[in-house]
């Protein structure tokens, strides 16, 4: 089973910044995906970045350039750094963690509240 804990969520002004973490624990493989995901209210879920454990990322193209997505090995816990935040990012930020070879291995966070005030 593995754990996913998101944090670091909260309300900035458009313009500034924030670090989401998300720890994860229990069991983990190699050729693991772990990505952040967003939800606005009516709105369906997208994704935001992956990233392998390899270090080799993926952004979706309005992400890019201000997102930045990273792992830290030794603390098990993936960030999302978000620069010159917009209203338009506010969202539920889910973390997730999957298995190209496990289709049973997808894991999702309990979420965090990012709200960009105009």
């Known amino acids: 089973q593995v754990q996913l804990v998101e944090s670091g969520g909260g309300l900035v002004q458009a313009g500034g910044s924030l670090r989401l973490s998300c720890a994860t624990s229990?069991?983990?493989?190699?050729?693991?995906?772990t990505g952040w995901y967003r939800q606005a209210p009516g709105k369906e879920r997208e994704l935001v970045a992956t990233?392998?454990?390899?270090?080799?990322?993926h952004y979706e193209d309005s992400m890019k350039g201000r997102f930045t997505i990273s792992w830290d090995n030794a603390k098990n816990t993936v960030y999302l750094q978000m620069s010159e935040l917009k209203p338009e990012d506010t969202a539920v930020y889910y973390c997730?963690?999957?298995?190209?070879?496990?289709?049973?291995?997808?894991?999702w966070g309990q979420g965090t509240q990012v709200t960009v005030s105009s």
């Open positions: 229990g069991s983990t493989l190699s050729s693991t995906v």
């Open positions: 997730n963690a999957r298995n190209p070879f496990y289709p049973n291995y997808n894991y």
């Open positions: 990233i392998r454990r390899s270090g080799s990322t």
